[in-house]
C-alpha cells in the first residue's frame, strides 16, 4: 500500500513562476525604458543585453513550465477524481473545480501565447543577418511582442493567484498528506 503522495504542483511553478515574469518584466521595462527617468535607465545593462536575458528567461520559463503543466494536470484529476465535481445537488460545479478550471484555461492559454512569440523570436534570432552574426540586437522583440506580454503578464499573475487560492485556501495538492482529509468546498 502506497503511502501520501508528495505535493509536487505547488512546489514545481515557482521557477516557471519566476522566469516568464522576469521575461515579460524585462521586455517591458525596455520597452518603456525611453519614458524613464535618467537615474533608473542609467542603471539597467544595455537593451540589447536585456532582450537577450528576456528571450533566455522566456526559453527556461517555457521549458520548465511543462512539470508544472503536467503535476497540475494531475493535481486535477486527483481532486475530481476524490471529491467529484458537483456539489450534492449534482448540479452546481464545487467551487474548487471551477478554480481549477479557470487557473488551468488561463495559465495554459498564456504558455500557448508565450510559445508562439517564443517561436517567433528564435525565427528572427536564427534566421536574421544579426542573428546570424551573433549580435544581441537580434533578440530585441517586435513592439507587438511586449504589448502582447504586458496583457500576458496580467493574466499570468491574475492565474497564478487562483492557483495560490487553491493551495492555500483550498489544501490542493496538500489533502493527500493528512489521513482524514475533509470534503471541502
Not at 540589447?48 to 513550465?65: E, F, M, R, V, W
Not at 474548487?96 to 488551468?104: D, M, P, S, Y
Amino acid at each position: 500500500m502506497a503511502g501520501p503522495t508528495k505535493p509536487i504542483h505547488p512546489a514545481a511553478v515557482h521557477f516557471p513562476i519566476a522566469f516568464l515574469a522576469l521575461a515579460f518584466g524585462l521586455d517591458i521595462l525596455t520597452f518603456a525604458s525611453p519614458r524613464l527617468p535618467a537615474s533608473i535607465t542609467s542603471q539597467l545593462l544595455p537593451q540589447p543585453d536585456l532582450h537577450k536575458i528576456s528571450y533566455y528567461a522566456l526559453t527556461l520559463g517555457l521549458a520548465t513550465s511543462v512539470p508544472a503543466v503536467l503535476t497540475g494536470g494531475v493535481e486535477a484529476v486527483k481532486l475530481i477524481s476524490k471529491q467529484g465535481m458537483y456539489e450534492a445537488d449534482g448540479k452546481t460545479l464545487r467551487t474548487k473545480v471551477k478554480a481549477t478550471f479557470a487557473h488551468a484555461i488561463t495559465m495554459d492559454t498564456v504558455l500557448a501565447v508565450a510559445t508562439y512569440i517564443w517561436m517567433t523570436r528564435r525565427a528572427l534570432v536564427t534566421e536574421s543577418f544579426s542573428g546570424k552574426m551573433g549580435l544581441a540586437t537580434a533578440y530585441s522583440p517586435a513592439d507587438w511582442m511586449v504589448g502582447v506580454e504586458a496583457g500576458l503578464m496580467a493574466v499570468f499573475l491574475f492565474s497564478a493567484g487562483i492557483g495560490g487560492t487553491l493551495v492555500y485556501n483550498y489544501g490542493v495538492g496538500f489533502q493527500s498528506l493528512s489521513a482524514g482529509s475533509k470534503k471541502t468546498q
